[in-house]
């Protein structure tokens, strides 16, 4: 069965998820990071694309003891499947979502992707090929349901959401939005990639709920797929 997708996203006042350097730079506050570090502990796994870790290095790690704690008394590892989509296996070997903390990693990748590659990932992470020179989303949330996985969330970037949205995988959308603004027409956004044109082919949300965290505003929406 295919999981529970959800997004968590943190943005500037003018829509903005990084620079357009595509510099990692801060958009929340303390409360925020705690909401975040929370449901990131409530997911089964943690989603990015290749160019999220390209740009941030995220290790994507829960940082709360707490939490963690909670989790291995269930029986789960201490942090969530981290999966990386790169569909050409460009993720260094020494990236720190592959050996920060404990628990499985999985990296998507394309039968494009170099074999030689392939094989010392192995090493650090368990390797799916899914997918034509690009990565098949739908095949690859059906594997992960097949793991077992029901819960996923996903922390971007704007390509992989975009194409998750595309293909209607999207249950929830979380943006958080801080009094920030950023700028820049190249500076990339929470929904990237080519775009919609056609009005019918626009991504339709239903409010789910509103409220303020540190100087900005969360906002919960359903995906009207």
Not at 62 to 74: D, G, V, Y
Not at 84 to 106: K, M, N, Y
Request: hydrophobic letters at 40%; a neutral charge; zero cysteines.
């Amino acid at each position: 069965m295919r999981p529970f997708v959800f997004i968590n996203i943190a943005m500037s006042a003018d829509g903005k998820i990084s620079t357009r350097q595509r510099r990692q730079v801060r958009l929340s506050g303390h409360d925020d990071f705690i909401r975040v570090d929370k449901i990131k502990a409530e997911s089964d796994a943690i989603m990015v694309g290749i160019g999220t870790v390209l740009a941030d290095n995220p290790s994507l790690t829960i940082k709360s003891s707490e939490l963690k704690k909670i989790r291995t008394s269930h029986g789960m590892d201490e942090n969530p499947i981290r999966v990386v989509v790169d569909s050409r296996a460009r993720i260094p070997l020494d990236a720190e979502i592959l050996h920060q903390g404990a628990g499985r990693r999985v990296v998507a990748v394309s039968d494009t992707a170099d074999s030689t590659k392939i094989q010392k990932l192995h090493h650090v992470a368990e390797v799916v090929i899914v997918g034509h020179k690009a990565i098949d989303l739908e095949k690859l949330l059906d594997l992960l349901g097949d793991m077992g996985i029901k819960k996923v969330m996903v922390e971007g970037g704007g390509t992989l959401i975009e194409a998750l949205f595309r293909l209607h995988l999207v249950d929830e959308l979380y943006t958080y939005i801080g009094n920030t603004v950023i700028g820049g027409s190249t500076a990339p956004t929470l929904a990237d990639g080519t775009g919609f044109i056609k009005e019918s082919e626009f991504v339709k949300l239903k409010l789910i709920e509103v409220s303020t965290i540190d100087e900005g505003i969360l906002i919960k929406w359903q995906v009207q797929n």
